[in-house]
């Protein structure tokens, strides 16, 4: 998405979801306001995260993920969106979750 970014990921029980968020924005975020000439902040704050409960809860974030460009109006097609996993092949079903 032009404005923000949705990330469907998983993190091993040990990790801080926190840390690994900041690491993702720490280099873009210094090389991004190189390009536009400026410094300082550059992403929000806060990120917003959900614990995913089930097979079923996963597929309905995966398809509001990979929905969001269509919704947005940027493609006709998630599978046109080229940062998209509704490119690929389509994964196991949510009977398989868990």
Known sequence: MPNHVHVLIETFSSWDLGKIVHSWKGFPSVEANKLLGRSGEFWQREYFDRFISDGDHYE?????IENNPVKAELVAKAEDWPFSSARFARRATSKSFI
């Open 60 to 64: 309905n974030v995966l398809r509001y």
